[in-house]
């Protein structure tokens, strides 16, 4: 059984930072791309940003400069800080990851979500 977990979220005032962290855990032989998503009420997900296994990152046009996404390949992690916080910012943020385990294929796997609410 492979799982992510999200952690790291919760309530900030305008313009503060929040990090996210997101532990995949399990049998697991290796992962490949990894990311995070969004979903703000009466909203459909959407990418905020992803990390392929070499490092290469790809960001939404409304997080580039704010937002860094890196990870730990070591501690199965992958990791969002998010500066200059918005009102807009707000919504469950679900990490996702593609995955291959000692009795599983690759397959992509999601978190649970974690809130962020950026007060105004």
């Known amino acids: 059984q492979v799982q992510l977990v999200e952690s790291g979220g919760g309530l900030v005032q305008a313009g503060g930072s929040l990090r996210l962290s997101c532990v995949a855990s399990g049998s697991i032989l290796s992962i490949n791309n990894m990311g995070w998503y969004r979903q703000a009420p009466g909203k459909q997900r959407e990418l905020v940003a992803t990390?392929?296994?070499?490092?290469?990152?790809n960001y939404a046009d409304s997080v580039k400069g704010r937002f860094t996404i890196s990870r730990d390949d070591a501690k199965n992690t992958v990791y969002l800080q998010m500066n200059s916080l918005k009102p807009e910012d707000t919504a469950v943020y679900y990490c996702n990851a593609d995955i291959l385990g000692t009795s599983i294929p690759w397959r992509v796997t999601w978190g649970l979500g974690t809130q962020v609410t950026v007060s105004s």
């Open positions: 990390i392929t296994h070499s490092g290469s990152t």
